[in-house]
């Protein structure tokens, strides 16, 4: 039977299965979405670990100005595999594929994705990108960093190379799947009562990451095809001394990889949009302003991305250009902190682990967002690209903005994916370390980069050492952060006490089934009755 | 005791804020020092913006922390906030502020990219003074051949050309700068000097052409504030006055491979007697160490062979050099 039959009107049982997931279940083709997100969100935190203990033996390797814990060779590799894993083996299938695929169809009332069996193979697309990531690194592992321009990736560890190649082609790919999913599912399968406006922000910060990575990811599948190539069919695309053109290869890259950023961000301020309303008991401020920020955000994305190459071979127009484009991303973004800075205000706010985690997201974003507005200006970056500062500034948006983010998703819907409550005292003890570490490792990055220190390096300048030992300790601080987390999700999972179908008193439509929900979510359909941030009113009020 | 009124707050949290940002602005000691005309341009902008930034920065927060501090559930209250779900003139202020700050910047940063010389990259100036880019925008057809080839080259230089006082006009000095794995080459095409140091008079006006042999490099001096990509197949260019005397760092910023971190070197800033000194006592060595190599043809040899002399002089070690023949 054709999976495109499975509507939001359809009641009843669609496919065979058992009436509750068995633990091996979640180790096979499964077309639930609610297993599917599960199984993104563990893989993909499997990874964060193994991305975090990489930059571990970075942060150690950087305690001393020489090269002498690592081959210099192999910190190229680990450097290269960071930033490949974190981007997309973690918070890319995390943020999107983990809490996309277990939240919206349970926010919008359907009872699974519009293509269960698609929705199944993305998932199992990017167990391949893991193994080939993981089996590079018996080649050596790719070593010309995540950008991998050439000539540099095209003579240094050609294996290794081909086979990262090929893994960020099938995330790619399993990105793709997903995303049509996504899009499809939102616009056809919302309850009748849901029109566009009543939709979780949530659901529109997944729609708009959709609509980016279906029209940017092709673009870096075709750069990276092309690269592939010239490793290993002898053609010239980016071989210069063969007339290839190597800056052609940046524009293939960075017209991708720049909206990647947008990728990583936006579900997580869709996140924060549902975290920061139901913990601060208020509806959030500037609904339609937020939505339709996301849509401009991943519109102006799209044409931003020369200001990765203003010291490439860019002519001034498009320096000139591409500074003013991205400058103006700066107002959307703008847009959506103001909006929950005044979420918060005349709030009662409950500091829950998941608050602390949105408020502290904020605080850090503002840093990064600030940071980015100097970077992305011509005359600023042509100082400090490539340096600590660009490192420092992408980290407060990655770390202290989308990691924070799934964190915040976690503790605020572990009790709805797993049914058990997440023990709080252990839940800030978790978020202070995380905190302290966050800012000790990547603030005193930003006067290493203005000073003088490339990024990318395993030697350095010995007068940088001390600003670099503080960053070292940070960077253990957080690595330390990560315990009380695992000892927390571990334990509760199976002994924690019992979450009820609502535990925070929530409006959106995943709160109104049983916690975890059952394998087609409701029963029977939900309706909407009021707004999904009707709090502060009467619901009567709202639904008459 | 008497409630003190809500615009004498504002105005004192705004006159505070403005201070704190202007200070934090101008007080900073974040850049290195300043040892290039482009370093003034790029410290004044990066400093404004620290302005804009440290304000926006102490209003967010401290209503972050306001909010979270005034706004907390107290104890026993289970009641929802305020049911405020938008302030139509609030959201157009906070969208309108913002983006006029974005426009306001991102003009300055064009005219400071005027006054670097970003807007001249390939100016290239003819033996008698006329100006090739200008040319090429007049009918290549008037051109000869040769002319037309000079003029399209002259368009696809990227990187910063001369400073808008100067624009036409052909620098002092003129250095050929290599970049390979992992050190610098620096010809001066006038005295045939090969050196792994850049040596510049101080308060000229100099030109870099820069390339690339292997991978992409990139060459920056963080105390002139600037950075140009060395590529292979393309040409590229930096233009600058170093106006203080002085040794400063050049640092390969693009990865380049395993020993990336390793691939500096130095520029050394001379007063212009200092300079001629170094220009002189390098031109005699070069005469009178390699006489014979002299009526060799450089483009017989091997880049390995060709370099061969120069190794000691640029620090260069012969296993780097034989990267060059592969």
Redo the contacts between chains.
């Keep these: 039977m054709a999976q495109a039959n499975i509507t939001g009107e359809m009641i009843g049982n669609s496919f065979p299965h058992p009436d509750k997931w068995k633990w091996y279940h979640y180790f096979t083709f499964n077309v639930d979405h609610k297993v599917i997100g599960i199984q993104y969100l563990v893989s993909a935190f499997f990874f964060y670990l193994v991305g975090g203990a990489m930059a571990l033996v970075m942060r150690a390797e950087l305690a001393t100005p020489s090269?002498d814990l690592v081959?210099?060779?192999f910190?190229?590799a680990l450097l290269t595999n960071h930033g490949t894993i974190m981007i997309f083996l973690w918070i890319v299938p995390g943020a999107i594929g983990g809490f996309g695929n277990y939240l919206v169809p349970l926010m919008i009332g359907a009872r699974d994705m519009a293509f269960p069996k698609l929705n199944a193979l993305a998932f199992w697309i990017t167990v391949p990108a893991g193994l080939l990531i993981v089996g590079s690194f018996f080649f050596g592992g790719a070593?010309?960093?995540w950008?991998s321009?050439p000539?540099?990736s095209l003579?240094?560890a050609n294996t290794a190379q081909s086979m990262w190649i090929l893994a960020i082609v099938c995330a790619g790919t399993s990105s793709i799947l997903g995303a049509l999913n996504f899009i499809i599912t939102i616009w056809k399968m919302r309850v009748p009562s849901m029109g566009w406006n009543d939709m979780p922000l949530f659901c529109w910060a997944i729609l708009a990451t959709s609509l980016l990575a279906l029209f940017s990811t092709p673009v870096l599948a075709a750069g990276l095809v092309l690269l592939l190539f010239d490793i290993n069919f002898g053609t010239s695309f980016f071989r210069?001394?063969n007339?290839?053109?190597?800056?052609m290869y940046q524009h293939l890259f960075w017209f991708y990889s720049h909206p990647a950023v947008y990728l990583m961000i936006l579900p997580i301020f869709g996140i924060m949009s549902e975290v920061i309303p139901v913990h601060?008991?208020?509806?959030?401020?500037?609904?339609?302003?937020i939505a339709y920020s996301s849509l401009t955000i991943c519109i102006i994305g799209l044409f931003v991305w020369v200001h990765h190459m203003f010291?490439?071979?860019?002519?001034?127009w498009m320096?000139?250009f591409f500074?003013?484009s991205t400058?103006?991303v700066?107002?959307p973004t703008?847009?959506k902190?103001?909006?929950w800075?005044?979420t918060?205000?005349?709030?009662?706010?409950?500091?829950t682990s998941a608050m602390l985690f949105a408020?502290g997201l904020?605080?850090m974003f503002?840093?990064g967002g600030?940071?980015g507005?100097?970077l992305g200006?011509?005359?600023?970056d042509?100082?400090v690209?490539?340096?600590y500062y660009v490192v420092a500034h992408f980290h407060y948006v990655l770390f202290g903005g989308s990691v924070f983010g799934i964190y915040a998703g976690l503790y605020h819907w572990f009790p709805k994916i797993t049914g058990r409550m997440l023990n709080e005292p252990l839940g800030k003890v978790h978020f202070i370390l995380t905190f302290i570490g966050t800012n000790l490792t990547f603030l005193p990055m930003?006067?290493l980069g203005?000073?003088?220190m490339?990024r990318?390096?395993?030697?350095?300048?010995p007068q940088f050492q001390y600003i670099n030992i503080i960053c070292t300790i940070g960077a253990f601080v957080l690595g330390l952060s990560i315990l009380p987390f695992l000892i927390n999700a571990i334990w509760s999972w199976s002994n924690g006490p019992k979450a009820s179908g609502n535990p925070w008193n929530a409006k959106t439509l995943e709160w109104t089934t049983d916690s975890p929900p059952i394998i087609e979510n409701w029963d029977v359909l939900p309706v909407m009755t009021e707004g999904p941030?009707a709090?502060?009113?009467e619901p009567a009020e709202v639904s008459s | 005791m008497k409630q003190i009124p809500a615009p004498l707050w504002t105005l004192t949290i705004g006159v505070i804020v403005t201070l704190v940002s202007l200070w934090v602005g101008f007080n900073n000691d974040w850049l290195p020092e300043q040892a290039s005309a482009q370093s003034v341009l790029v410290d004044n902008f990066f400093n404004v913006m620290v302005v804009i930034g440290t304000a926006l920065f102490l209003v967010v927060e401290g209503t972050i922390v306001y909010c979270m501090v005034q706004f907390r559930r107290r104890k026993g209250d289970d009641t929802d906030g305020l049911a405020i779900d938008g302030n139509l003139p609030l959201e157009a202020f906070w969208t309108a502020i913002p983006a006029v700050i974005v426009i306001g910047l991102g003009i300055y940063s064009v005219q400071i990219f005027q006054d670097m010389g970003g807007f001249a990259p390939g100016d290239q100036v003819h033996e008698h003074g006329t100006r090739l880019a200008q040319a090429s925008t007049a009918p290549l057809g008037d051109l000869t051949a040769a002319e037309v080839d000079e003029a399209l080259l002259a368009q696809s230089v990227y990187g910063i050309g001369a400073p808008l006082d100067k624009e036409g006009q052909a620098a002092d000095l003129e250095v050929n700068v290599a970049g390979m794995q992992y050190a610098w080459i620096f010809t001066y095409p006038n005295s045939g000097i090969v050196d792994g140091e850049l040596h510049v008079p101080v308060n000229a006006d100099v030109k870099l052409n820069i390339s690339a042999n292997d991978v992409i490099h990139s060459f920056w001096v963080p105390q002139f504030r600037l950075k140009q990509d060395a590529i292979p197949g393309k040409e590229t260019e930096l233009r600058f006055v170093a106006t203080k005397p002085g040794t400063y760092p050049v640092v390969c910023a693009e990865l380049c491979g395993g020993y990336h971190g390793a691939m500096r070197t130095q520029v050394i800033v001379h007063s212009p007697s200092e300079f001629n000194n170094w220009l002189e006592q390098r031109t005699a060595q070069a005469e009178t160490g390699t006489a014979e190599t002299v009526a060799i043809n450089p483009a017989d040899l091997t880049d390995a062979d060709y370099l061969a002399p120069y190794g000691k002089a640029a620090g260069v070690e012969s296993h780097l050099l034989a990267h060059l023949s592969d």
């Design positions: 090269s081959d210099p060779n910190y190229n070593q010309s960093g950008t321009y000539p540099l003579i240094t210069p001394e007339g290839g053109d190597v800056v601060a008991r208020k509806p959030i401020f500037g609904y339609k302003a010291t490439s071979g860019t002519p001034p320096r000139m500074t003013v400058l103006i700066a107002v703008g847009v902190i103001f909006s800075v005044a918060l205000w005349g709030g009662k706010i409950r500091y408020i904020l605080a503002v840093f600030l940071s507005v100097t200006t011509a005359p600023v042509i100082h690209h490539d340096t930003h006067e203005l000073k003088g490339p990318r390096v395993a030697m350095y300048d941030y709090y502060g009113e």
